[in-house]
């Protein structure tokens, strides 16, 4: 059975940092382009950050830029989401997702999904 887990995700401070994981089972990402989605309460969906199957990455929301990183270890079949200097607008759901090709920052592109890893920012 093809699955994502994401995980890492929890309450933290402005200004704090913190790292999600995308792992998978079932399947090797190696092949594949890997999304960070977030959905903040009462809010559409929104692209993050996405990193191809070659290393490659891009960035979607300016809000985050200079913030977060992405990252991939093929070895241990997973994908990072790096956050740092944490804001409380950035409070959200977090979901990871993979498809075949390059990167899009629509989710309705993506194949395989996550149940998600909630963040929330707040003193």
């Known amino acids: 059975q093809l699955q994502l887990v994401e995980s890492g995700g929890g309450l933290v401070q402005p200004g704090g940092s913190l790292r999600l994981s995308c792992a998978a089972s079932?399947?090797?990402?190696?092949?594949?382009?890997v999304g960070w989605f977030r959905q903040a309460p009462g809010k559409e969906r929104e692209g993050v950050f996405c990193?191809?199957?070659?290393?490659?990455?891009?960035n979607y929301a300016d809000s985050v830029k200079g913030r977060f990183t992405i990252s991939r270890d093929n070895a241990k079949n997973i994908v990072y989401l790096q956050m740092n200097s944490l804001k409380p607008e950035d409070t959200a759901d977090y979901y990871c997702?993979?498809?075949?090709?390059?990167?899009?920052?629509?989710?309705?592109?993506?194949?395989?999904w996550g149940q998600g890893t909630q963040v929330t920012v707040s003193s």
């Open positions: 990193i191809s199957s070659s290393g490659g990455s891009t």
């Open positions: 079932g399947f090797t990402l190696d092949y594949y382009t």
């Open positions: 997702a993979a498809k075949v090709g390059p990167c899009s920052r629509y989710y309705s592109n993506y194949n395989y």
